[in-house]
């Protein structure tokens, strides 16, 4: 069992441009949730998906964050025409559903120049 | 909406100084799971402990919390903090799928 799996593990984007992130949960587990940490802010939840369907977005910057989960091996957190307030380390996290803990993968360092 | 209090931002403790963090919940859910994850520098969140039982200790790695409905409080302690202890300590609590964490909790121990 690898874990929860993102990648990139860094990336760096200049003001204006796109990110995109991607998470593979864990293999059977079928709630995955990203989560945005910072200094300032601590864990912020963005959105979760349950057996792949979106449930709670209520998280989300609206305007220029996505989230999709087009199967279920993984999902991937887009943020368009990056802002230098975006950067931060981003968390994706999965569970096997119900009231059990969640797993968290490395996260992806974004630095928005 | 569901919500968890972590109401310090910092503890600075010196070692073998016994170690207490608050946490209350709030929570539509008649049943909820309490949990206290820790992250360690340059490291993911991981489970420290959790709780389904009220009012029954439950302990992993010397930590221990009780979970008590009556208060909706889950706070973290230990009896002699040691240095390896520093790190950020969040309070969660879920209901269904949803996760709510608290906005957590730095724990500095020092010599």
């Known amino acids: 069992n690898a874990g929860v799996i993102q990648t990139p593990r860094h990336k760096v984007t200049g003001k204006g441009q796109e990110a995109t992130l991607w998470c593979e949960p864990i293999s059977g587990h079928s709630a995955v949730f990203w989560y945005r940490q910072t200094i300032v802010q601590g864990l912020e939840f963005l959105t979760y998906?349950?057996?792949?369907?979106?449930?709670?977005d209520s998280g989300m910057p609206k305007e220029r964050f996505s989230a999709q989960m087009p199967n279920q091996s993984h999902s991937t957190l887009k943020i368009q025409s990056t802002q230098p307030q975006d950067s931060a380390v981003y968390l994706c996290a999965s569970s096997p559903g119900g009231d059990t803990e969640v797993f968290f993968g490395k996260g992806t360092r974004l630095t928005v120049v | 909406g569901d919500s968890v209090t972590q109401t310090e931002g910092l503890v600075t403790l010196t070692e073998g100084l016994p170690v207490m963090l608050n946490c209350t919940y709030q929570t539509i859910y008649s049943n909820p799971f309490l949990f206290w994850y820790v992250q360690h520098l340059n490291e993911s969140p991981r489970l420290l402990l959790k709780?389904?039982?009220?009012?029954k200790r439950t302990e992993h790695q010397g930590f221990h919390a009780t979970l008590h409905k009556s208060s909706s409080s889950f706070h973290l302690q230990k009896s002699s903090a040691q240095l390896s202890d520093s790190a950020l300590y969040y309070c969660a609590s879920t209901g269904g799928y949803k996760v709510v964490f608290g906005s957590g909790t730095r724990l500095l121990v020092s010599p």
């Open positions: 709780s389904f039982t009220d009012n």
């Open positions: 998906f349950r057996n792949q369907a979106p449930i709670d």
